[in-house]
């Protein structure tokens, strides 16, 4: 594979240097080359100026695998544009179809769950069975990061026709509760009355006996001083630290538990793919 990969981009170096004899048709071919063997990389700056000589009768398939380079670099907002383009000149509902979900996808990625919800509602599965429990896995997913959990499983549901993965499915939703869990408000508070019990509860113990430790420790250095020196010195010396390390605790408390429930509905999510992609093995 590498030999291939290698001897392809030593032809992309011959070909630049050629480029005025060849033909578009040659340049389309040589691109598809690289498409075809992953080099996604290469293959966009061929295919772009394959499409430059071929407007305005560019193809859907020419655009969507344009789309699909800039995808493989990371590049969404590109990858959507050229999926619409792509969209707009495809004469083939099924492939149309297919294009709705990549740009879905897109979506997804960029958590604009509602425009992938724009898309997903907009297409007509027609009579094709795997086609519409695919349609409803992504709208499951867009209610998902949408945080509509009772909308989200109900879709999840409809994803499959098995009916032990159906009962797998209502069973990972069936406590809503754990999907709210660690409350980032009720970590915030426990560490703003007990130093380090955010953290504590948000399942990072030793973060929390750390901040305790800590700020117990200011408190401490601060009775010293006024025994020995004064109120005032207390005030300017360990105040100062204390507050530092006391706002921050349970600042950092709130966010910890935000990242442990982001953590948690990651792990649920990852079950419900696991049902489903049980039915392809």
Known sequence: MKQKVFLLLISLSIFWGSAPAQTVGETRAFADSLFSVGQTEAALPVYERAAYFMRPDIDAV??????????????????????????????????????LFK?????????????????????????????ERKKNFYIGMAWFGLEDFTKSADYFDLATDVPQNKQKIKAIFADKKKFFRPYPKVASWLSIILPGAGQIYSGEI???????????????????????????DALFTALPWFQRYYQGGFQRAAEMAKNKRAENRNQIFNQVLDVIASENN
């Open 62 to 99: 020419l655009l969507e695998h344009i789309a699909d380079c800039f995808l493989a670099s990371g590049q969404l907002e590109k990858a959507l544009e050229y999926y619409d383009h792509s969209y707009f000149v495809q004469t083939s509902d099924s492939v149309k179809k297919e294009l």
């Open 103 to 131: 740009k879905s996808s897109c979506f997804l990625r960029t958590h604009n769950y509602k425009y992938a919800l724009m898309e997903l509602y907009s297409m007509d599965a027609g009579s094709s069975a795997a086609m």
């Open 206 to 232: 030793l973060s929390g006996i750390n901040s305790l430790i800590l700020t117990g420790s200011f408190v401490a250095l601060g009775f010293y001083i006024v025994s020995v020196t004064s109120p005032i």
